[in-house]
T-cell receptor, first 112, second 119 residues
């Protein structure tokens, strides 16, 4: 059974700093990994999708990496802004299974 | 891009009544939709997979008679919470997979969620 863990559970950093969020999964036979952002009381917004054959994806100030063999992914946020404050979730899908398994989330607070 | 519309965004109902939540894919066809439940400060837990034209597949521990799922068209899936009780109060989110870009694209689009409060 796939299990996804995110560390840290909560993170507070001053505005302008670069930061890294971590995601680990137990079953490396994944089809892809997706990072989402969730604002309080809202749905999920997709940030980046990494296929199993890829090692990283970039979108603006966001960069996600994937090391399938070690079961890890990181989300790098450059030059953080107060608007980046949200909960970040990673989720994986496995081959032969359309279901997404979500991580526990990291609640990020950017201090102005 | 793919858009999933979910309604209502919030609902308050009396204990014992039923509540229906709709999930629509606005600009693509979704043969498969997913229903999640999220408790405060917790991650999303998959409840069931909704397949167009067939019965939904429920995750272990989810009561299919309590959480009725209907996926009658390629753009609409509904979740009905029957005989709701306070413990059913939660945040419910649907998602759909956009297959338009071929087999390599396997991203999921999520609705905005429904906050259900049973009093």
């Amino acid at each position: 059974k796939q299990e996804v863990t995110q560390i840290p559970a909560a993170l507070s950093v001053p505005e302008g700093e670069n930061l890294v969020l971590n995601c680990s999964f137990t079953d490396s036979a994944i089809y892809n990994l997706q990072w989402f952002r969730q604002d309080p009381g809202k749905g999920l917004t997709s940030l980046l999708l990494i296929q199993s054959s890829q090692r990283e994806q970039t979108s603006g100030r966001l960069n996600a990496s994937l090391d399938k063999s070690s079961g890890r992914s990181t989300l790098y946020i450059a030059a953080s802004q107060p608007g980046d404050s949200a909960t970040y979730l990673c989720a994986v899908s496995n081959f032969g299974n359309e279901k997404l398994t979500f991580g526990t989330g990291t609640r990020l607070t950017i201090i102005p | 891009g793919a858009v999933v519309s979910q309604h209502p965004s919030w609902v308050i109902c009396k204990s014992g009544t039923s509540v229906k939540i709709e999930c629509r894919s606005l600009d693509f066809q979704a043969t498969t939709m997913f229903w999640y439940r999220q408790f405060p400060k917790q991650s999303l837990m998959l409840m069931a997979t909704s397949n167009e034209g067939s019965k939904a597949t429920y995750e272990q521990g989810v009561e299919k008679d309590k959480f009725l799922i209907n996926h009658a068209s390629l753009t609409l899936s509904t979740l009905t919470v029957t005989s709701a009780h306070p413990e059913d109060s939660s945040f419910y989110i649907c998602s759909a997979r956009d297959r338009r870009q071929g087999v390599l694209f396997f991203g999921y689009t999520f609705g905005s969620g429904t906050r259900l409060t049973v009093v």
